[in-house]
């Protein structure tokens, strides 16, 4: 199994610029999560999903657009890239949301630059 | 405003040396999670703490939730640099909420 994974690695964009983030799981998850991470900023939430075909907003929503298609796949969009939206993003999944003993898994993350 | 809060923020110390780190708020939570995140990957589930006063140890982590299920403390005793990383609290709920995080660098 591969987990979770995410395409593209790295990618560098010019402001203005489009692109979509890809996220899959092997493991049957019902919840994926898209995550940016910032420096002294920890992970914060840009939406997620409960299930195919549903999305819902996170903690920093803003300037990001998602869908989720089939179940295991997760696409996280910019539609007009940002210089602030420069970061790492991160999608995860899970079997649930909440409550104890619940784990997300992750993937190794997209690393975006925005010129 | 962060719903959790870590310190330190940043830690260096030398192999073999003990260390504790912090996860706060004020708020009560059911549970919290801890994670290790490794330079270029992502974080990886350490531990699930679920009951106020609770201690679960995982080899030489021992991890700690607060009797009033509002903070929790991440010890390690005798660090090696394999702990090296990014400690990061999380809040398990309807959704995620992460801690700032805690980077943790022990040199050889």
């Known amino acids: 199994n591969a987990g979770v994974t995410q395409t593209p690695k790295f990618r560098v964009l010019k402001t203005g610029q489009s692109m979509t983030l890809l996220c899959a799981q092997d493991?049957?998850?019902?919840?994926m999560y898209w995550y940016r991470q910032d420096p002294g900023m920890g992970l914060r939430l840009i939406h997620y999903?409960?299930?195919?075909?549903?999305?819902a907003k996170g903690e920093v929503p803003d300037g990001y657009n998602v869908s989720r298609l089939k179940k295991q796949n997760f696409l996280l969009g910019l539609e007009s890239a940002a210089p602030s939206q420069t970061s790492v993003y991160f999608c995860?999944?899970?079997?649930?949301?909440?409550?104890?003993?619940?784990?997300?898994?992750f993937g190794p993350g997209t690393r975006l630059t925005v010129l | 405003t962060q719903l959790l809060e870590q310190s330190p923020q940043f830690l260096s110390i030398q192999e073999g040396e003990n260390l504790t780190v912090y996860c706060n708020s004020s708020?009560?939570?059911?549970?919290l999670q801890w994670y290790r995140q490794e330079p270029g990957e992502g974080p990886v589930l350490l531990v699930t703490v679920v009951t106020g006063g609770e201690v679960k140890k995982l080899k030489r982590l021992t991890f700690q939730f607060g009797d009033a299920r509002k903070d929790s403390s991440l010890h390690i005793t005798a660090a090696q640099p394999g702990d090296t990383g990014l400690y990061l609290c999380?809040?398990?709920?309807?959704?995620?909420?992460f801690g700032t995080g805690t980077s943790l660098t022990v040199i050889p």
């Open positions: 995860a999944s899970s079997y649930i949301s909440g409550g104890a003993g619940n784990e997300q898994f």
């Open positions: 999380a809040h398990t709920g309807n959704q995620f909420y």
């Open positions: 708020s009560v939570f059911s549970s």
């Open positions: 999903s409960v299930g195919e075909g549903t999305t």
């Open positions: 493991m049957n998850h019902e919840y």
